[in-house]
């Protein structure tokens, strides 16, 4: 299994500050033939399902605002926060959907400061 | 804006099967994998399986001996049914569509207990 390590468990940020959460995969998820990074990032609130954030590692999906953005390649891959509003307060997590089992990281969670 | 609503009994009693149906509105079931995903209570995602469009699957080799993941294009749903229940399986269930989960349910909590 591809084993995804996030960290940090957890990160108090001030508002208006940067967040940023690291997600390292056990081996590289990203395809030669189409040069894609099957990773995605979620960010999931009290209650609710997880929301896709990113996918293929840096794609932002349609109506996520442009102050989360998702970078890295291979093995190594980062999302950010640039801004951090109270909306933001969530716990945020990793995925890769390059090799069956498909698996997640253990999950970040973001508080304010 | 396609829209996925998981239903099911929410208690199962232990060894017996656990039977959750996924109904895709907004959209066509025929395209895409759709997956079902769980998460005990106060902890992370486990993905349990996918099944294609087509009826090809694939599962999580921790659960495949239990698992069997169906697709009804006709009804617009997939199903997920797991056999031989444990408390441990107590769990929310999404049920969740395309290969990078873009669509979720809001999640059934299926509880396993006597």
């Known amino acids: 299994d591809i084993v995804m390590t996030q960290s940090p468990d957890s990160l108090a940020v001030s508002l208006g500050e940067r967040a940023t959460i690291n997600c390292k995969s056990s081996q590289s998820v990203l395809y030669s033939s189409n040069n894609k990074n099957y990773l995605a990032w979620y960010q999931q609130k009290p209650g609710q399902p997880p929301k896709l954030l990113i996918y293929w590692a840096s794609t932002r999906e349609s109506g996520v605002p442009d102050r989360f953005s998702g970078s890295g390649s291979g093995t190594d891959f980062t999302l950010t926060i640039s801004s951090l509003q109270a909306e933001d307060v969530a716990v945020y997590y990793c995925?890769?959907?390059?090799?069956?089992?498909?698996?997640f990281g253990g999950g970040t969670k973001v508080e304010i400061k | 804006q396609v829209q996925l609503q998981e239903s099911g009994p929410g208690l199962v009693k232990p060894s017996e099967t656990l039977s959750l149906t996924c109904t895709v509105s907004g959209g066509s079931i025929s395209s895409y994998y759709w997956s079902w995903i769980r998460q005990p209570p106060g902890k992370g995602l486990e993905w349990i399986g996918y099944?294609?469009?087509?009826?090809?699957?694939n599962y999580n080799p921790s659960l495949k001996s239990r698992v069997t993941i169906s697709v009804d294009t006709s009804k617009n749903q997939f199903s997920l049914k797991l056999s031989s229940v444990t408390a441990a399986d107590t769990a929310v269930y999404y049920c969740?569509?395309?290969?990078?989960?873009?669509?979720w349910g809001q999640g059934t909590l299926v509880t396993v207990s006597s």
């Open positions: 969740a569509g395309k290969l990078e989960l873009h669509y």
């Open positions: 099944i294609y469009y087509s009826g090809s699957t």
């Open positions: 995925h890769q959907y390059h090799t069956i089992p498909l698996t």
